[in-house]
């Protein structure tokens, strides 16, 4: 297992945060606009991050809170390489701590579900659906 640490600051490249998500396939690096990805670094109150011995940028979280009523994870991604390391339970153990006593929510997708549920996190005995909607720019 690598050691690794979990930083919560702001002190991410856009084009770190293109790669990663990229490395994920979440789009190709050159599909993320560098302002975009400042705009969303500059809105969420949390963002926590891991890099490897070399400087990398292998794990990402960003989330949403009131720090009373809600919590909701933007985004939870860690470089494949680097998966299966607790990378991804650290930074969401982040998240947890520093909202004791908020629910905190997050849309995963279909096959990371056992993730969060491994976690503690658990299905809503009415279950709910995700909505989204992007309007033109």
Known sequence: MSSFKVISDKNVAPTEVANLMAS??????????????????????I????????????????????GAFSTFVGELVVRPSHQHRGIGS?????????????????TPFQETEAFFLERGFRMPKRLMSVVSMRNAA
């Open 90 to 106: 650290s930074l969401l153990a982040h998240v947890v701590e520093k909202c004791r006593g908020v629910p905190i929510y997050a």
């Open 47 to 66: 963002i926590a991050y891991c890099r490897d011995s070399d400087g990398v940028l292998v794990g990402y979280l960003s989330a949403f809170t009131d």
């Open 24 to 45: 994920v396939g979440w789009g190709k690096e050159t599909n993320y606009n560098a302002a975009e990805i400042e705009r969303s670094l500059s809105a969420y109150p």
